[in-house]
């Protein structure tokens, strides 16, 4: 049976809510306290042990860059949990929005960067639309350019953060049908408008030339060493598998959100799980720091190699549009 890319955004959008709860936990022992071993949907807990949200700060300029709405009360505090009124199941802001992509691209026929962006600005500036408290700094840079009047085409920052490919297995869903120019294409533009970082945007090219592969027939490893071996060694990688994820995604590679080790740590992870789509997402959440937008690469890629098991789909608390 041939593979969609659908499979990819389902196994995206899992393995994101499955790490929403233990979220940029960089502190193991309390993410074990705290969870135990995550192996299924939950729901978030305050206080969270590792928030940094009290030393985030953000003004909007104007009513154009009011984005916090009445999420801005917690903003400064600590102990708060970054999504703590998501429920078991739910998506983080990011995958929200990816949802919302999908959605757009698929009521509009295609994707168009102008149309996609107001639809993205009205969204934010609607209150009430998500009730996820942490907006990302991608999203804060974005709209405080808005605010100072920049066009929306042009109000995207250089945030090199692996949340910048959030949306790559929506767009990759979305357009399935155009052909592998086109389409990288596309996700350069989409991910260039929020992330103008040229590491983010190598690595959204990679994501979908490795998806790509594995949709034509190839497996994960194959994919990996035929169009990632710039971001990771497979010879390295075989030797790695046989030590406990928490030393490669945490030793060898930082399990924080920046692009240069982010992406290999995913791709080590999607390389490592190859035939067990939920033994990769579990692993991911479990190894902490930036586990919802490295899990975005690691369930991307394996829900297209593996399928999705429909208890986890089911288990969604949001379905597709």
């Known amino acids: 049976m041939a593979k969609h890319f659908l499979d990819g955004f389902v196994g995206a959008l899992c393995a994101d809510a499955l790490a929403m709860p233990v979220h940029w936990y960089y502190d193991r022992v309390a993410l074990v306290r705290d969870y135990g071993k995550v192996e299924r949907y939950l729901a ?12 985030s700060k953000y003004a909007p300029l104007n009513e154009k860059g009011d984005i916090l709405h009445d999420q801005a009360q917690y903003w400064g505090q600590r102990g708060v949990h970054y999504h703590q009124f998501l429920k078991a199941g739910e998506n983080t802001l990011n995958l929200q929005l990816a949802r919302e992509l999908y959605g757009w691209i698929r009521l509009h026929g295609g994707y168009s960067s102008e149309g996609w962006l107001q639809h993205y600005a009205d969204y934010m500036l609607t209150p009430g639309r998500h009730r996820d408290t942490y907006v990302e700094e991608c999203h804060r840079g974005f709209f405080t350019r808005y605010a100072q009047g920049k066009p929306l085409t042009k109000c995207g920052i250089r945030d090199e953060h692996i949340g910048g490919l959030a949306h ?10 155009l052909p592998l ?47 990632a071996g ?21 030793e060898r590679f930082s399990t924080a959100c920046y692009i240069a080790e982010a992406m290999p740590a995913a791709l080590y992870l999607a390389w490592k799980y190859e035939n067990d789509f939920v033994g990769g997402i579990v692993a991911n959440a479990n190894v902490g720091g930036d586990s919802c937008h490295r899990g975005v690469v690691v369930g991307g890629i394996l829900g297209m190699a593996c399928g999705v098991p429909k208890a986890w789909s089911d288990g969604l608390l949001v379905p597709l549009p």
């Open 168 to 177: 790559v297995p929506a767009l990759m869903a979305a357009c399935n049908d």
């Open 230 to 250: 710039d971001w990771i060694s497979g010879k390295k990688a075989e030797g790695w598998a046989k030590q406990p994820d928490e030393h490669v995604v945490g």
């Open 181 to 227: 120019g086109k389409l990288r294409a596309v996700v350069k533009e989409h991910v260039g408008s929020t992330h103008a970082h040229p590491n983010v945007l190598r690595a959204a090219d990679t994501f979908v030339r490795v998806c790509w592969v594995i949709r034509e027939g190839a497996s994960v490893r194959e994919a990996i060493m035929k169009e």
């Open 44 to 55: 978030p807990k305050n206080p969270h042990a590792d928030s940094i949200l009290w030393r």
